[in-house]
């Protein structure tokens, strides 16, 4: 299997890295026997006409939530430390230490998906590829430090030093000014894979220096193709998950596995029917957050609790919760806590925006109704409550109700208080 495998529905993007990744080969095999090519530097035989080389040492990738942003970047750094590429995407009857040179001889291409790069990159344990994604509401100036000096080393055994940041939307602008320096002036062999939902979430100083990929939400059939193919969901389910979610791969894949999901989102869509009286509103509001609240509170008992008795561990203190810190550690368990409270922000505001995107799902295909278009419904297990809904209202009442939930979603983001944001569309719902 391909590294390019699981990038679903992105066959131009796929055909650029890939490209890209045999250029990053070419550019390798010159600096061994030569010594000077440099990342984005004209490299003989880099596959195009003159020498020009696809392959530069910074790339952006953006999409819509669920486009497999991350996954395509990480299929990139693997293909960008392959030992043994292909000629064809069936393993090699060759022994495994067969020479790679022949490899390429035979027209192989980098990301085979067999090789020991292409494994340890995909699962997360290659020691020169870097994959960075923060479960707190930003990523910070002592983190970004942290990268830059990771990128400045030389590659301990891999082809490439490669660092993969899945949420550069969620860098401060500190942290951005600080990876701005990295990516102008990269270090030899040293490859950035940043990834955003636009171009607009990242600085415009760091986005003119990058190689910029724009990946498209994957189409539903495609969606439900993988789920199928890679985790063993039945038909009917993978295809309901994948309607349900629009294409969303992520969120397909934890509705067909997960019941408590199903259960959530079922509440999620019978709230318009909640809506009629100002009690109704409020109560429905509350419910949204307690369910958010839930969510981050079941994250806090299966990871905080593991994470503070091996931080206890760690510093030597007594066994037991109650046992006594050595002096001067307090500060260090002080930090956890803090990065423990800002994580369960997170969760519940990730959580509270999964409602208000099935939620707007939900209006959407009211709308549809109401105009008699010929697409597909995201929610057609609730059509009497669709129905009930579009012959009670107008479409402009219905996209009056799709803006109140989008400006729910803003306020989130401007961090108001999550209950006065959700009391304030629901409201906005019932008057329509």
């Known amino acids: 299997m391909a590294v390019w495998d699981d990038v679903v529905g992105q066959e131009r993007v796929t055909q650029e890295l890939a490209a890209a990744a045999r250029d990053a080969d070419a550019l390798v095999s010159a600096d061994q026997a030569l010594g000077t ?6 490299a003989a035989g880099a596959g195009q006409p003159g020498g020009a080389s696809r392959m530069t040492h910074a790339w952006l990738f953006t999409g819509p939530p669920g486009s497999g942003r991350s996954t395509a970047a990480r299929a990139f750094a693997a293909a960008l430390q392959c030992a043994h590429p292909s000629p064809d995407p069936r393993p090699s009857s060759a022994p495994y230490g067969r020479s790679t040179d022949m490899d390429r001889a035979l027209g192989g291409a980098p990301g085979c998906g067999f090789c020991d790069g292409c494994h340890t990159t995909l699962v997360g344990t290659h020691a020169d590829v870097e994959i960075v994604r923060t479960d707190l509401l930003s990523i910070g ?4 430090r942290d990268l830059v000096r990771r990128a400045s080393l030389s590659p301990a ?6 660092i993969v940041l899945e949420d550069a939307d969620r860098l401060t602008e500190g942290a951005g000014n600080v990876l701005l320096k990295a990516v102008e002036e990269p270090a030899p062999r040293t490859v950035w894979l940043l990834c955003a939902p636009s171009i ?5 100083t760091i ?16 969606v439900a193709d993988v789920l199928m193919r890679r985790d063993g969901i039945a038909p009917e389910a993978a295809a309901a998950a994948a309607r349900a979610t629009q294409g969303h791969i992520g969120r397909a894949r934890r509705l067909a596995t997960d019941e408590r999901a199903r259960a959530r989102r079922a509440a999620v869509l019978k709230l318009p029917l909640r809506v009629d009286d100002i009690g109704g509103c409020l109560k429905a509001a509350q419910e949204l957050i307690d369910a958010a609240g839930e969510d981050a509170k079941q994250v806090a008992e299966e990871v905080d609790t593991k994470e503070t008795e091996e931080l206890r561990a760690a510093l030597g203190a007594a066994a037991g919760t109650g046992g006594r810190l050595p002096r001067g550690t307090a500060g260090v368990m002080k930090e956890l806590q803090d990065r423990q409270k800002r994580r369960a922000t997170r969760t519940q505001r990730d959580s509270l925006d999964l409602a208000l995107v099935d939620l707007t799902g939900f209006y959407r295909d009211v709308l549809a109704l109401q105009l008699g278009a010929s697409v597909p419904l995201a929610n057609d297990e609730v059509r009497d409550s669709l129905d009930r809904i579009a012959r009670a209202s107008t479409p402009a009442r219905t996209l009056r109700r799709i803006e109140a939930v989008l400006a ?10 999550p209950l006065l944001a959700v009391e304030a569309m629901t409201a906005a719902l019932r008057a329509g």
């Open 200 to 204: 607009e979430d990242v600085l415009p």
């Open 157 to 162: 055994g891999g082809r490439w030093q490669v």
């Open 37 to 42: 090519a440099l990342p984005g530097e004209p």
């Open 207 to 222: 986005r003119s220096r990058c190689r910029h990929l724009s990946l498209r939400t994957p189409p539903v059939d495609a």
């Open 408 to 417: 729910c979603r803003e306020a989130l983001d401007r961090n108001v208080a």
């Open 141 to 144: 100036v002592k983190e970004t």
